[in-house]
């Protein structure tokens, strides 16, 4: 297994991360939402509508985090 170096790591970027995993999470809703409407109650439907709306809200949490911290980092440096 090759981890690659520590020289050529990227930093973890959460901010970028979670916005990616909202968007995500929206596209699944969107999509789950087009076959509800359409008829399908397949119950793999309805928990995926489910399970991105919870992605959704743990993305946004991650993100207002994120933007927490960096606001107190802010005013400590101030």
Known sequence: MDIGSATAAAPYRPQSSAADGMQDAQARVA??????????LDPAV??????????????????????E??????????
């Open 46 to 67: 309805v928990l995926d509508l489910t399970s991105a709306q919870v992605d959704f809200a743990a993305n946004a949490k991650v993100l207002q985090a994120t933007q």
């Open 69 to 78: 911290n960096s606001r107190r980092l802010l005013d400590m440096l101030a």
């Open 31 to 40: 999509a789950a939402s087009e076959q509800i409407a359409s008829g399908n």
